[in-house]
T-cell receptor
Framework: NAGVTQTPKFQVLKTGQSMTLQCAQD?????MSWYRQDPGMGLRLIHY???????DQGEVPNGYNVSRSTTEDFPLRLLSAAPSQTSVYFC????????????FGPGTRLLVL | AQSVTQPDIHITVSEGASLELRCNYS??????LFWYVQSPGQGLQLLLK??????LVQGIKGFEAEFKRSQSSFNLRKPSVHWSDAAEYFC????????????FGTGTRLTVIP
């Protein structure tokens, strides 16, 4: 198993540009989520999905879109990047229920100029 | 308001010394409790978790944590720290109600000196 994979590892954008952060898992996990990590603030949930075709907002969803067309993939879209979206983004997945271990990807570092 | 507090931003310990990282939470009911570790440039790895039962929880890499309901705390401990334990440690909580959000503390960075 590759676990949770994320691409790209690092990206520089200009304000107003769009991009998609990719996340994939090969563990057949129903639950997938996106977090952003900012200095001194820990991780905050952006969006999550409990299965293909089902997504919902987390704590900080503004400026981000998600979709879940397959169990394996959960891309995060920035439609018009802003400097406030400079952060490290982590994707995570697990089976249903918090008793299950949540696995994190290696992260994508995004810089918006 | 619900919150997770890690009061120590940075801790430095000598290799071989004991370690305790503090975590306090403020929730209406006892949540599910987790400790994660993040090595530099890496994702997060689950160290241990508490759901119910024995309040002393054993995890990976020789770590343990003790849940104390009266203090709303879930402190992480290790009897003897190794240089490879240098990392950032996050406490996190999830509500038992079935909500899907995992709330993280702000993290404690551990430095290990020889």
């Amino acid at each position: 198993n590759a676990g949770v994979t994320q691409t790209p590892k690092f990206q520089v954008l200009k304000t107003g540009q769009s991009m998609t952060l990719q996340c994939a898992q090969d563990m057949n996990h129903e639950y997938m989520s996106w977090y952003r990590q900012d200095p001194g603030m820990g991780l905050r949930l952006i969006h999550y999905s409990v299965g293909a075709g089902i997504t919902d907002q987390g704590e900080v969803p503004n400026g981000y879109n998600v979709s879940r067309s397959t169990t394996e993939d959960f891309p995060l879209r920035l439609l018009s990047a802003a400097p406030s979206q400079t952060s490290v983004y982590f994707c995570a997945s697990r089976l249903q229920g918090w008793q299950e271990t949540q696995y994190f990807g290696p992260g994508t570092r995004l810089l918006v100029l | 308001a619900q919150s997770v507090t890690q009061p120590d931003i940075h801790i430095t310990v000598s290799e071989g010394a004991s370690l305790e990282l503090r975590c306090n939470y403020s929730y209406g009911a006892t949540p599910y409790l987790f400790w994660y570790v993040q090595s530099p440039g890496q994702g997060l790895q689950l160290l241990l978790k508490y759901f119910s039962g024995d309040t002393l929880v054993q995890g990976i890499k020789g770590f343990e944590a003790e849940f104390k309901r009266s203090q709303s705390s879930f402190n992480l401990r290790k009897p003897s720290v190794h240089w490879s334990d240098a990392a950032e440690y996050f406490c996190a909580v999830a509500e038992r109600s079935g909500a899907n959000n995992l709330f993280f503390g702000t993290g404690t960075r551990l430095t290990v000196i020889p």
